[in-house]
């Protein structure tokens, strides 16, 4: 990766209503509506854009050892063909066993993937970004 490579992540003006509302999944529509009244209940801060397609909340600054640095959100995820990407996970041990209850999912180390909010236990899923706020707020 060049060194002054373009973060394309970055947070915009673009509206988060405009972006949901042309979901075409009207399921995935709703969940996205919903997990974002979650998110924002969590961490108090209004949804904003990230790219065209990630709605983060909050935001902090990181820099790495090589000198990169950028800015991401404290908490986020996007409505995506396959799934709902929930950008929650850190890889913590106190995870695991909120995942072995959540039902229906996948996961990559900071991704959590499902289809429908109805395939997962909603106290689990509101546990896991309360979790990941927290988490994400200590790092700034």
Partial sequence: ???NAEIKT???K???TAFLNKVDDEQKRKD???IMKIMQQVSKEKPKMWGPSIIGFGSFHYKYESGREGDMPLLAFSPRKQ???LYVLAGDAHEAPLLKKLGKHTRSKVCLYI???SDV???VLKELIVKSYKASKALK
Wanted: no cysteine; charged share 25%; hydrophobic share 45%.
């Fill in 1 to 3: 990766m060049a060194k």
């Fill in 10 to 12: 970055t947070v915009n």
């Fill in 14 to 16: 673009a509206s988060v």
């Fill in 32 to 34: 996205s509506f919903e």
């Fill in 83 to 85: 799934y709902i990407t």
């Fill in 115 to 117: 289809k429908k909010l």
């Fill in 121 to 123: 236990d909603m106290g």
